[in-house]
Each structure stands twice: as C-alpha cells, then as structure tokens.
C-alpha cells in the first residue's frame, strides 16, 4: 500500500522526536505532543487507506455483478425473442393445418 512506501518517513519522524525527548529538548512537551499527533494522523491515515481499499473491492464486485446481470439480462431477451419466434411458427402452422383441415372437410361434404 502507499503508506507502507512512506512508512520510512513516519519512523524518521518518530525517531527525530525520540531524540529530541531524550535529549531534552527545550521544547519537549511540545514534541511530545507532536509525536502523538503524528500517531493519530497515522491511525487515520491507515483507516482511511483500508476503507478506500474496501470501496475499490466493493466497486469491483457490483461492477461484476451488473455485468452478469446484463449478461444475462441479455441471454433473457434472447431466449424471449427467440420463444416468441417458436410460438409464432407454431401458431402459422397450427393455422396453416386448421386451414387445410377446414378446407379438406369443406372438399368431402
């Protein structure tokens, strides 16, 4: 992930920090509070880097499921296309065959 790429920076950061405190630094307490903030930043940067990964798995998955559903959306009117093609040969020749049947009776009366 990104962050683990500039997860060098974080602990030079923490480092530097470190130091200052063990030295002494003038400005210790506000280093210290800087060190926790920058653990609290990367708290929520790491959280954030999980919901996004999380989004992108979700987008993948219903951009899966509506190109099934397309598909197969698709495969339905095919299938509804070609029944109605079926029920219309057989209603022409059902009439065809009451025709022929009607006009041979029609022929031996």
Do not use: P
């Amino acid at each position: 992930m990104e962050i683990d790429a500039r997860g060098g920076t974080f602990q030079a950061f923490e480092l530097f920090g470190q130091q200052l405190l063990q030295n002494n630094h003038y400005a210790s307490d506000e280093v210290r509070g800087k060190l926790e903030e920058l653990a609290d930043a990367r708290q929520n940067l790491e959280k954030l880097v999980l919901f996004l990964l999380f989004l992108s798995n979700l987008f993948e998955d219903c951009s899966a499921f509506l190109s099934t559903t397309e598909d197969l959306v698709h495969q339905i009117g095919l299938i509804w296309w070609l029944g109605k093609c079926f029920v219309n040969a057989v209603y022409r020749d059902l009439q065809k065959a009451l025709n022929f049947a009607c006009g041979a009776r029609s022929l031996h009366i």
